[in-house]
């Protein structure tokens, strides 16, 4: 709540209360293990009188449990107190919040009166035998194991530091004071032991009296809760919870896992679509700024409509083999624009990698049927051809808008600058490839190599071997003659 607030006030209480809190807190966790271990048990209804060698760890509990309910002069309460009066000079809303806190400090100061009270006296807390039942954790108690000094020591030293922390606050203030500066800037920690008769203090003061009541009057309250508790409890809250996630995750992987790849894929397509349009329209900006020119040269229209072309007849081909040799003519069609755009490079590399694509869509589709298959697909035509043209409107959309958003200035002129001193090269693209990429054209040719050796590959394959022949006599001259062997369908003809 004290980060969240966002003042420096705050934030400096919150660091405060975080470091006091850790260390109470640790400690108190540390004894608590050790009570579990010594007498079998860890339920504090069921403790037994504690004898002289648990006084120390008594007094660890003790220490830590009062600085966790902000009793002076420990460590805990300068925290609370910073707490406080940072509520206390903010707003309103601060102010409504401070109501909540105190209350909750109420409760912190009842529940470690408990805790404390069930370690030292733990006749205060324990109910009658008949109303316990069975241990359901640990049972009926174990022996009783004090514990050692090196077991001990850590939740000793924790304690020592919180009370220290209390006293001495200058060392503290500095730790908290740096830690609040790299939060906010304007924070400044300035913690101290006593302030003054100030509202904080009333307000710790209060909290105290209230808590101590509440334990001194813990039986009535027992009795208040008992009667204004709701039927369902926050565990079965969380359970319910939980079942009702799971039963909804079943019923929703039905739908959305239901082992059809056309069915991911959509989804897959329509979420990357969906993302980046509402990013923009709930983002704002200026992000559109028009239409580019439509073409530079008539040559360009032309090669744009044998793209369009190969295109659309590639998606309405019934054949295999046709679909993959539109699918190349639609790279061609994009090389022969890099060529008109005056880069005949670029052109080159996109003429080999789609020759090599075709060739290996080729070499697979020998082995699959001529035609695709007409079955009742898992997501209709219109659905496909809703989420195919999102897609494509997305990718020109996406072009175009961030080839009209740009922040920073394009690299391309000082590649032009420094491709003749630097490089010793007339051709820029030249000069790209080998010099100022050299590791990435170096990792392309890898890649092309691997790709041909694939190809080889498929090629020796997918060959198929030579027709089984058998020698048989019957040849005019009397010489034997070679004939091929019949399949059983021509025999049978």
Not at 28 to 40: N, R
Not at 109 to 117: E, F, G, I
Request: with cysteine.
């Amino acid at each position: 709540v004290l980060f969240g607030i966002g003042r420096p006030e705050s934030t400096i209480a919150g660091c405060a209360l975080l470091v006091a809190h850790g260390l109470f807190k640790a400690a108190l966790f540390m004894v608590v293990g050790m009570v579990d271990h010594g007498t079998g048990t860890r339920d504090i209804r069921r403790l037994p009188e504690l004898g002289a060698p648990w006084h120390p760890a008594l007094t660890v509990a003790v220490v830590s449990a009062a600085s966790m309910a902000a009793v002076a002069p420990l460590a805990g309460f300068v925290a609370k107190e910073a707490a406080y009066d940072s509520l206390l000079s903010g707003s309103d809303g601060d102010r409504l919040v401070l109501v909540g806190i105190v209350v909750g400090s109420v409760l912190t100061v009842a529940y470690s009166a408990r805790l404390v009270a069930a370690l030292v006296r733990p006749g205060l807390v324990r109910p009658a035998a008949a109303e316990l039942g069975p241990d359901p954790v640990s049972g009926a108690g174990g022996e009783d194991h004090p514990p050692t000094w090196d077991f001990l020591a850590p939740a000793a030293i924790l304690a020592m530091v919180t009370a220290s922390l209390g006293v001495f606050t200058v060392p503290w203030s500095r730790l908290v004071d740096g830690a609040g500066r790299a939060l906010d800037g304007d924070a400044h920690a300035h913690l101290a032991l006593w302030h003054g008769p100030t509202a904080a203090l009333g307000l710790s003061a209060l909290t105290l009296a209230a808590g101590a009541g509440l334990f001194v009057l813990r039986q009535r309250v027992a009795v208040i809760q008992a009667r204004l508790a709701p039927p369902i409890s926050g565990a079965d809250g969380y359970q319910w919870v939980v079942s009702a996630v799971v039963k909804g995750a079943s019923r929703v992987t039905a739908v959305v896992q239901p082992g059809s790849l056309p069915i991911y894929v959509a989804v897959v397509l329509v979420t990357a679509v969906i993302a980046p349009v509402v990013s923009l329209i709930v983002g704002g900006g200026a992000w559109w700024h028009g239409w580019p020119g439509l073409a530079m040269s008539p040559i360009q229209v032309v090669t744009v409509g044998f793209l369009i072309a190969g295109a659309l007849a590639a998606t309405l081909a019934r054949r295999r083999f046709a679909a993959a040799l539109l699918l190349g003519s639609v790279g061609y069609a994009m090389a022969l624009l890099f060529v008109v755009q005056g880069a005949p490079d670029l052109a080159l590399t996109q003429v080999a990698c789609e020759t090599l694509s075709v060739v290996l869509f080729l070499l697979v589709l020998r082995v699959l049927p001529d035609r695709f298959e007409r079955s009742t697909p898992a997501v209709r035509v219109v659905p496909r051809l809703v989420v195919a043209t999102m897609v494509g409107l997305l990718a020109a959309g996406g072009a175009l808008v961030a080839g009209s958003n740009r922040t920073e200035p394009s690299v391309s002129a000082e590649m032009v600058d420094r491709a003749k001193p630097d490089g010793h090269g007339a051709n820029v693209v030249n000069v790209i490839l080998v010099d100022i990429r050299g590791m990435d054209t170096l990792g392309e040719v890898t890649v092309l190599a691997t790709a041909a050796v694939g190809v080889a590959a498929l090629v020796r394959v997918g060959r198929r071997p030579r027709p089984a022949t058998s020698w048989t006599a019957g040849h005019p001259d009397g010489r034997p003659r070679l004939r091929r062997r019949l399949n059983p369908a021509e025999e049978a003809l």
